[in-house]
């Protein structure tokens, strides 16, 4: 078996060392004589490894009281439509950076008013927005953020303060770096990005917030149903919610939000520097105070190139360089389980080929 260089933007790379724990308990997990798929969701046995996973969530990222952790199917993509279903009365506001905030703020418009507060659109979502004096108008819900943009490859490097609630989807930097959740309302995450296999969201949610929902929305498009029913009201994703509980024991082994934060760091560092020092033969798609340390978007100087570039790192064992459809040109993403091996790899091997070509 070979092992590749993974930098897949979703799903993608997870720790090996989880991979093979799940691998060597699937047969019989915790001692049950059954695997994790095939124990019943309402077990005392499964209750328990939910809870822990919620209570080691909730030390990793200092989730404060009066905040409920929950589990959610049907991707971020529904959460587009649920956030807005849920608690868009009057106007939602939205930071628009990207294909991703362009998808939420489509599908709240069903609920409601949307408005864009800021935008980098007409820039080719290349940075993110300052919201400016007045950005965010009156009778508005809710302003929505999106804090990594996985396709364009940009992050907030800091959260707004606002006086409205703040959501914030999160998906693609979720525990990559600690977070203050006390400055949001409500978060979400797809988990196929940073923390374990399509299937689940996670999401955290202010109590208050949530009492203040639109009844009028069926059961299973309603939070209060998942906090209500401490996210088992129907049979939860079981084995991808174990999986997160697995990948946050190993968060926990390794120091956390905060040293995976410096691990990133040096890890995106590497591959910039590489860009940087490349006399524009690589040239980074985002503006350098908007880059992400997740998702490093990146051209070379004709799509021949950037195919030639695909293929050759291919045969080294690089995997997941082509950038996303809806932008072209490369891609690397470097989430918590990219070792920093993987991108020293990477960055030699983008100097050599630029050498060569
Ligand atoms: C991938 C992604 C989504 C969509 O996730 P699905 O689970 O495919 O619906 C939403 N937001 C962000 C930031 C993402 O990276």
Redesign the pocket.
Known sequence: MQRVHNFN??PSAMPLAVLQKVQAEFLDFAGTGMSIVEISHRSERYQQLQEETKQTLRRLLHIPDGYHIIFLQ???????VMHSANFLRRRGAYVNTGV?SD?AMAAAAAYGEVYEAASSKKDGFSYIPRLTEGAIREATDYLYI??????HGTQWASYPKVSVPLFG????DFLSRPIPIERFDFLFA?A??NIGP?GV?VAIIKDSLVAGANPDVPAMLRYDTYVKHDSVYNTPPVFAIYFIHEVLQWLEREGGPEEMARRNERKAAMIYEVIDDSDGFYRGHADKNSRSRMNITFNLPTSAYEEAFIRESEQHHFVGLKGHRSLGGCRASLYNAVTEESCTALAQFMKTFRKNH
Not at 74 to 80: A, T, V
Not at 146 to 151: E, P
């Open positions: 933007a979703g049907g991707g971020g993509s529904l959460q587009f991703w998808k999106t804090s990594n943009n996985t396709i989807d999160v998906s693609s797809g196929q990005k399509a969201v």
